[in-house]
């Protein structure tokens, strides 16, 4: 609610003040900053690799062509780089470090609502682009070896998939973040295991595997959302006969359920406080 | 002198569970979301009669001992972060070695796991259709193996986080896409085109989870594998001990 009192010329200038404080880094400590870079490119070059020469020795994998597969996986490594540049820093996507570590405590004394910090803490355009380049050249470099004309306005259709995709991954990191609010060191990593040692999961293409499996992944455990369906759909092939809207609806539901989860849980936080909280921010 | 390593594995056993055997479950349950499709996907692939030099019942089980025994196949001691939060000051205090206690420590800490995800996972096996019988009872020796040198490794690894001082995750990120694919853990060598996989097998990495999975799934024979390995012991242990005795002096942590 808060948040929508905030002009878009604040978000902006809130967007400005990240990303120039991330270039005083880059600039400032070069060194360690271009060895990040390419140490994020490296890592998810890495993971997707393997897929990719699954795919390329078994000659595509249950139907989709290895190049549909490179699709995919490019598909994974911009959704992994979008995540980086906007939810990385701060822990803004891992929201459960802060919760569970007490820092939302500094967040509360801001004079921005909770929404907005969230919102434009975490941009590092930067240092944090780097998966979102490696993965943009991965798209089009399959689509190029796909010999595929695309329409016009296909590209805002891949802008809207990436921006469901991100609405899930956050919505999933937020839900499950909630329960640190009541176990903050129980639950502190709890988004780490939601977003990142899930993150294989997400790479596996599911066409031709049993129906019994596609569909828990694609409604209780959304990694089929995360890159298999929104690939088959933008290659104008959405898989199991539904829509291309329906990450849309899973994504909408996973949100309100998400945000029902945080408030209530915030609603926890703002009587009991964090037993963790140190002046220096740390944890116990 | 046992005892006290003993000691120190049973605590860090222990402290795994400080916040309740049932904080254990949502990461055990995440392993089991993760391995049921990497198992599908390896019936889907091999259903396209693709000639890899592994059967179907080979491939299964290579995956699934990968993911039960995965803290063994590659070990992930806490050395790193300890030197990262300054903690390891601590440890230089304690009447113990360094290299003892990191040991005992790691594999303390995995008791857990193995207990609430891996002995579970062997008994449901049957139930998923994969076999756990070992082809041989090689393994257990290329098990070890693949322990030891994976300690060495994680030596190695701290000697460049020392290095890099501040920028310790960048070395984190970059050790775990190393062994994600180098490791062979995941994915079999023998799957992997253009004879990649003959070139894996001989680096240092390659004698860690990949090389036992090999022995255990029948999929390679243990006098090819365990040479191999136990040269990169001999070669990678006093290179690991000769570097480490110098990367010590240069420890700068700011936690603590």
Known sequence: ?284 | MIAKYLKTASMAAHNKTYAGIMALLPGAFLRVVCLIPLLMLWRTLMAGGTETGMTLSQMLTYTYISAILSDLLVVESPLTNWYYDGALIGIYQRPISLYGHVIAQTLGGAVPGLLVFSLPMLLVAPLLKVSIVPATLWFFPSLVLSISLGFAIEFLFACLFIRMVNAMWIAYTLRRAALSLLAGNVIPFAVLPWGIGNVLSLLPFGSLGGAALAVYSGTASPLQILPVQLLWNLILWPVTILIFRKSQERMVSHGG
Request: glycine content about 8%; hydrophobic content about 50%; charged content about 10%.
């Open chain 1, 1 to 284: 609610m808060a948040a929508k009192r905030i002009p878009i010329a604040r978000f902006l200038a809130l967007y400005g003040i990240y990303a120039k404080m991330d270039l005083m880094w880059f600039l400032r400590d070069f060194k360690y900053a271009v060895l990040g870079i390419l140490g994020d490119a490296v890592s998810n070059l890495t993971a997707v690799a393997g897929i990719f020469l699954l795919a390329w020795r078994f000659d595509g994998v249950g139907g989709m062509t290895r190049y549909e597969v490179l699709f995919m996986l490019g598909y994974s490594t911009l959704i992994t780089g979008v995540f980086q540049t906007f939810f990385a820093s701060n822990n803004t996507g891992h929201i459960s470090r802060r919760i569970g570590r007490g820092q939302i405590d500094h967040m509360l004394i801001q004079p921005l609502p909770l929404p907005v910090q969230l919102l434009a803490e975490g941009f590092i355009p930067f240092t944090g682009s780097s998966n979102l380049v490696t993965g943009s050249l991965i798209l089009a470099a399959a689509v190029h070896f796909m010999e595929i004309a695309l329409p016009w306005w296909w590209i805002f259709s891949l802008i809207g998939n990436v921006a469901v995709t991100m609405l899930i991954i956050l919505s999933e990191s937020y839900l499950y973040s909630s329960v640190a609010f009541y176990a903050p060191a129980a639950a502190e990593e709890i988004a780490y295991y939601v977003i990142d040692l899930r993150s294989p999961l997400s790479q596996y293409p599911l066409s031709g595997m049993p129906l019994q499996l596609q569909i828990p992944l694609i409604t209780a455990v959304p990694a089929g959302l995360l890159a298999w369906f929104p690939t088959m759909a933008l290659l104008g092939k959405p898989p199991l006969s539904l829509t291309s809207f329906f990450p849309v609806l899973v994504a909408v539901l996973f949100f309100l359920l998400a945000q029902f989860t945080f408030r209530k849980g915030m609603m926890h936080y703002v009587k009991t406080g964090s037993s963790r909280y140190l002046t220096q921010g740390y944890r116990r």
